[in-house]
């Protein structure tokens, strides 16, 4: 079991003396905050990548007392390819408690939690995640997911009107968990679609306010759902199983007050839009390309300006989703 005071913030420094077969078989692939990675940090990780907004993609070891985020000294050694390879196996082997939790009476949200400090890690490969948990991947409209810490994550299959309950539940959840800790990681949820994660929180550094905004196509996604839901043509009635009460619903989460000091409306029930035009294809994202292993990635972590850590655009109070 790994210690929870085990440092999140990467340290290079002093390590790397292990071989080519220890790193391989102790190597995970790892979401960091991008924030951690001051500049020091990251000119001996050019192998990092960036994943999503505030996330980046890096391999740690997993050593009998601490984690230990890899340089790019270690990765030579064991071999990209390879490495890649055993950072997968690896990262897909870590035991976590799953649970199911229902929001607004009817959105289900799936909890994997544990001790482990790659729990949240597996939303680089969140449908391999999913199917290992509930022995089903992910549809073809992906899957809403928060990683808030290190140690849990939690997401919502895309497949009826429901996702807009879930949406705001999971950025509500998310905001809490994140501040609470341990290990913060993002405040932010993420679009896992075929491979990549699509940041939905806009974040406004002047007010401290957080909205979402869905890309184009994940708008028109939602829309149809919820349109077809309306007139009774999906079928829904799974989500009336019995669900047990998760961590996720237990985790504590800002005082009203706090939390309406920092928020604003996240996300409107839509009204029922005309139908959706055709909607442009989402631009690839840094984790599709990060997600394969050994593969070349997106920009290294310390090219400048898309790893440095930059101040959010203002954004709308909340996102509309009328045509």
């Known amino acids: 079991m790994i210690r929870d005071n085990t440092p999140d913030t990467p340290d290079t420094r002093g390590h790397g003396g292990e071989s080519a077969e220890e790193l391989l078989r102790g190597t995970h692939a790892r979401l960091l905050p991008l924030a951690s990675l001051t500049p020091d940090i990251a000119d001996g990780m050019r192998y990092a990548r960036l994943a999503a907004d505030g996330l980046v993609f890096a391999y740690a070891l997993d050593g009998p007392t601490s984690v230990r985020i890899l340089t790019d000294a270690d990765v030579e050694r064991a071999g990209l390819e390879a490495l ?6 690896n990262l897909m082997r870590v035991p ?3 649970e199911e939790v229902t929001v607004a009476g009817r959105a289900r ?3 994997l939690y544990g001790d482990s400090h790659f729990v949240a890690s597996k939303a680089l490969f969140l449908s391999e995640a999913a199917r290992q948990v509930t022995g089903t991947a992910l549809p073809e409209g992906g899957a809403l997911v928060v990683v808030p810490t290190r140690h849990l994550l939690a997401y919502h299959p895309i497949t009826d009107g429901s996702v807009v309950d879930a949406l705001n539940g999971l950025a509500s959840y998310a905001l809490g968990a994140h501040e609470d800790g341990p290990g913060a990681l993002s405040p932010r949820v993420y679009w896992w679609h075929q491979g990549g994660l699509t940041s939905l929180t806009v974040i406004d550094e002047d007010t401290r306010t957080f909205s979402l905004r869905p890309p184009p196509r994940l708008l028109g996604l939602m829309k149809g759902l919820v ?10 009635a799974a989500a009336a199983v019995s669900i047990r009460r998760s961590p996720l619903s237990r985790t ?3 005082s009203r007050s706090a939390a309406s000091r920092r928020t604003r409306t996240l996300w409107p029930m ?5 139908s959706p035009s055709r909607t442009p294809t989402a631009p690839p994202t840094p984790a599709s390309r990060a997600s394969t292993p050994g593969t070349r990635g997106p920009p290294p972590c310390n090219s400048a300006p898309r790893c ?3 101040r959010p655009r203002r954004s709308a109070t909340s996102a509309k989703t009328s045509s």
């Open 227 to 236: 349109r077809l839901d309306r007139a009774g043509r999906i079928d829904t």
């Open 252 to 254: 504590p989460s800002p």
């Open 84 to 89: 890649g390879r055993a950072a997968y196996a």
């Open 270 to 274: 839509p009204s029922p839009p005309p």
């Open 109 to 111: 949200l799936h909890s």
């Open 308 to 310: 440095s850590p930059a």
């Open 96 to 98: 976590v408690e799953h």
